[in-house]
């Protein structure tokens, strides 16, 4: 395994960030590490870099224990913190070469070449970091974690604040270098997730709610869906709450409502049989099955 989490747990005073949290790694997946704001994501993966020790329990990485071969650990870990941590004042190639000389890189003129290529900072590479966008600084900041090689990949939050052309080309890098490096990333967007993770770790106050391959979550989350359908005339939510299998209902807009259900069987035939008795005419009706976002929102919302 690459990361080996064992019934960590981390106290900030009184507050628990992290509750006895367990999970591997291996070698070669990219996995997607999410949760609401709070919950505990930054403070797992400051913990995996040794930025901070964890109040209980243990970490290591690539065989290396995070409390007493920090050192070891930090040397096959690129880190990409949230708040992308860079020297404003330095220019691109001046601050990747500064980064290269603390990990005691043989040939670094040659590596910055290479990093420069595939991050696509060819054209702002004589730039002072402080002129470029933030698209471009993420860039630089996905350089300085992949500049000494790193067996593993840790980036939290990569493509916050993004533009769609930024986020599409970031994304396009994570999936590239997923292919040769071990990648844990965390992000609250859900395509994103699917669209590059093999795996998916959902946490909640402290604690992993959901752990499963991407493509597998619809079964192990309940087995949940949705229906959107839409009325010719007004109807009252609490006689749509009463129809045979609906959980919950939510109003759109108009006469559009979405009915949340629970049951594996499909209950649009219910439906049918409640317009017909109310003497409604159903204009639009889709059954909805979870994704991602849904199964998400059902396992973090506060109740």
């Known amino acids: ?56 329990g243990s970490v290591s990485v690539c065989g290396f224990d ?7 650990v930090r040397r096959r870990v690129g880190y990409l913190p949230e708040h992308n941590p860079l020297y404003l004042d330095m220019y691109v190639r001046e601050y ?7 990990h ?3 040939h670094p003129q040659q590596r910055i070449k290479t990093m420069i290529e595939q991050t696509g900072l060819g054209l702002e590479q004589n730039k002072k970091i402080g ?21 593993v990949l840790i980036l939290d939050e990569p493509t916050s604040g993004l533009d769609p052309n930024q986020l ?12 040769e490096k071990t990648l844990m990333f965390s992000t609250h967007i859900m395509q994103e997730v699917e669209a590059v993770c093999d795996r998916v770790i959902i946490i909640d106050t402290g604690k992993i709610v959901l752990d499963g391959k991407a493509n597998e979550l619809g079964q192990k989350s309940s087995k949940g869906y949705r229906i959107l359908v839409e009325f010719d005339r ?29 049951q594996s069987s499909d209950i649009r035939p219910e439906i049918f049989k409640f317009a017909v008795e109310q003497q409604l005419t159903v204009l639009t009706i889709n059954r909805i099955e979870q994704d991602l976002e849904s199964i998400f929102r059902q396992l973090t919302a506060k109740k």
């Open 131 to 151: 002129a470029l966008s933030k698209g471009y600084r993420q860039r630089v900041g996905l350089a300085q974690a992949l500049i000494h090689d790193p067996e």
């Open 104 to 106: 005691g890189i043989k």
């Open 234 to 262: 007004e109807i009252s939510r609490g006689s749509l709450q009463a129809i045979a299998g609906v959980m919950k209902v939510t109003r759109l807009e108009g006469q559009q409502w979405e009915l949340y259900s629970e």
């Open 1 to 56: 395994m690459s990361i080996q989490i064992k019934q960590v747990s981390k106290f900030y005073g009184s507050q628990k960030a992290l509750d006895s949290v367990s999970f591997d790694v291996s070698k070669g997946e990219i996995l997607g590490f999410l949760g609401p704001n709070g919950a505990g994501k930054s403070t797992m993966m400051k913990i995996i870099t040794t930025y901070i020790p964890p109040s209980e």
């Open 66 to 72: 995070t409390a007493t071969h920090s050192m070891d």
């Open 168 to 179: 599409a080309d970031i994304r396009a890098l994570i999936r590239e270098v997923g292919k």
């Open 96 to 102: 990747l070469g500064f980064i290269a000389g603390l």
